[in-house]
């Protein structure tokens, strides 16, 4: 697609469910990135997949967080047994990588996700 | 990857040039230096990057110094819809992002 793509846009959600957030990269994109930003906060960087791996798992935040990504394109960032404090906008982001270093390219953010759990 | 540092919040006058800068001593030879931009309510925007020379597009240029320890994203003239967080990164791989610089523009 042209755009990285992101859904839903909103989710409202109660205390103690499971949701799933979905990011559909860019075509080609074989870097993805998931991350979280709390209302008035920074970014912070939650897990990297390079192609269907995750060489860096460091920023989830607890073990009721977890992502996949199949045929290096979709991928489903999951929640489970939601908090208060998950509310927050989740943004996925996509970019080129090649074997070749340095990395040069820069990255193409989607509109996020809002979580609101209530 | 390197951290960088900026300052938390800054105002600049409408149509004037907007200087921000960016901290990031502890870069290595690989990385490069991007600057993001998130305005209100939308995902973070790119605006440019570079490794060791000055860049510039239609957005804004990027001065790096020799060391390569600093760098100043500057918007040339600066309009009310330039307000919003810009965030400075270095990366090799992966990516984090501070807290970056509020700019506000004042009419």
């Known amino acids: 697609g042209a755009g990285v793509s992101q859904s839903p846009s909103n989710k409202v959600t109660e205390k103690g469910k499971d949701v799933e957030l979905r990011c559909d990269p860019i075509?080609?994109?074989?870097?993805l990135y998931w991350y979280r930003q709390r209302l008035g906060q920074g970014l912070e960087f939650l897990i990297y997949?390079?192609?269907?791996?995750?060489?860096?798992k460091s920023g989830l935040p607890s073990d009721r967080f977890s992502a996949e990504r199949t045929g290096e394109s979709v991928s489903t960032l999951t929640i489970q047994r939601t908090q208060q404090e998950d509310s927050a906008v989740y943004l996925c982001?996509?970019?080129?990588?090649?074997?070749?270093?340095?990395?040069?390219?820069?990255?193409?953010f989607g509109s996020g996700t809002r979580l609101t759990v209530v | 990857d390197a951290k960088t540092t900026q300052p938390t919040s800054m105002d600049c006058a409408e149509g004037r040039a907007a200087n921000l800068p960016c901290n990031h001593s502890t870069i290595s030879g690989n990385e490069y230096v991007y600057w993001y931009r998130q305005i209100h309510s939308q995902g973070p925007q790119y605006i440019i990057h570079?490794?060791?020379n000055n860049e510039t597009n239609e957005m804004a240029s990027l001065i790096i110094t020799e060391d390569r320890k600093s760098s100043t994203l500057i918007l040339p003239h600066a309009t009310l819809r330039d307000t919003a967080v810009y965030y400075c990164i270095v990366r090799s791989d992966g990516l984090t992002f501070g807290k970056g610089t509020h700019l506000i523009i004042q009419p």
């Open positions: 982001a996509s970019s080129r990588k090649t074997a070749v270093t340095p990395v040069a390219y820069g990255y193409t």
């Open positions: 997949f390079q192609g269907n791996s995750a060489p860096d």
């Open positions: 075509s080609g994109h074989t870097a």
């Open positions: 570079g490794l060791k």
